[in-house]
């Protein structure tokens, strides 16, 4: 930024880091904030700034952004808002050392299922520049308890929809028979990201819906079960239009009792939403059980962004939830 400098980190007595970072000097100029450089990324500007110095700027209006930053407000040095990064949240000290980050992911027998979440977790992976493995729950390779067993995780994001054995049984009791101490994020659930994407895939084949049915799974746990039910009510207040809850398993409604009541209700035109994230068994019986009834049926929800922006604010949000580590100095 033109006539700004570019001060040195705090070498005093006592200096802390967060996630690796020495302490941003004790005062900024009104108005602005201090903002770490981690890694040496590319700049807009010729001006290469070196890893592990501080940039004093005014935000995203800044002439250097950078990808990896944490702003500190106040006078207080170390006193940090919200990490805009996963590497400057964690790790990322310009030294290549960065959080370990696995998904849970369910799995599925089917072909296509897998390359879908593999390209979700790439996705992620690519936004967040961390290492991201996946783990599979039920099916796929490598397991999630053979990835625990070898690799120590920062950070376990369970890539379910929904609140189930896999969230509160399987994944803790894995994580402790290794003696893992990760940090587990909220699984998806039904949150605004997820609802975009449902939007999105609705509108690519219905552009004008009038009733919805939104297709789960199915689960016997309640809790999971309303999950469902808010992610409709949300899904319906987004779009205007009635909106119904089915199952492919398990306790009803199923799809085709649930478009009948719609056009029962008087929905002359009803779209099936998939509430899955990836192609398989469930997805396939959905789109039958659709078919048959004469409604139009969406794409499972894929690698849409709202998913992927899903993913990386969980990881964040955990990464910034992470104490601050002492930094050790040399003797």
Do not use: N
Request: aromatic residues 4%; glycine residues 10%.
């Amino acid at each position: 930024m033109p006539g700004s400098r570019r001060p040195r980190p705090s070498r005093g007595s006592g200096a802390s880091t967060r996630a690796g970072l020495t302490e941003a000097p004790r005062r900024c100029p009104p108005g602005r904030r201090w903002r770490p450089t981690p890694v040496a990324s590319p700049s807009p500007s010729p001006r290469a700034i070196p890893a592990g110095r501080w940039l004093c700027g005014t935000g995203s209006s800044d002439a250097y952004r950078w990808r990896a930053s944490v702003c500190c407000r106040g006078p207080v040095a170390g006193r940090c808002g919200r990490a805009r990064d996963v590497r400057a949240a964690v790790g990322g000290d310009g030294a290549g050392v960065h959080p370990v980050v696995v998904l849970a992911a369910h799995g599925t027998q089917e072909p296509s299922g897998a390359p879908v979440v593999r390209a979700i977790a790439a996705a992620a992976r690519d936004r967040l520049a961390t290492r991201l493995e996946v783990g599979w729950l039920s099916a796929g390779d490598p397991s999630f308890d053979d990835l625990t067993a070898g690799l120590a995780a920062d950070i376990v994001v369970p890539l379910l929809l929904g609140t189930g054995y896999h969230v509160q049984v399987d994944i803790p009791a894995v994580l402790a028979a290794h003696g893992r101490t990760s940090v587990v994020t909220p699984h998806l659930g039904p949150a605004r990201e997820i609802i975009r994407a449902l939007r999105d895939r609705i509108h690519k084949v219905d552009p004008d819906p009038v009733a919805v049915v939104l297709a789960a799974a199915g689960t016997s746990h309640p809790v999971g079960r309303s999950e469902t039910r808010q992610a409709a009510d949300m899904l319906s207040h987004d779009l205007g239009i009635p909106v119904r809850v089915a199952y492919a398993s398990g306790a009803g409604p199923t799809v085709t009792e649930a478009v009948r009541d719609l056009r029962e209700a008087g929905g002359r035109r009803v779209t099936v939403a998939p509430y899955l994230l990836a192609p398989g068994f469930f997805a396939d019986r959905i789109r039958t059980a659709a078919q048959d009834s004469g409604a139009t049926v969406a794409e499972v929800l894929g690698e849409h962004p709202g998913v992927v922006d899903l993913v990386v604010r969980r990881v964040t949000e955990a990464a910034a939830a992470i104490p601050p580590t002492p930094r050790v100095r040399a003797a």
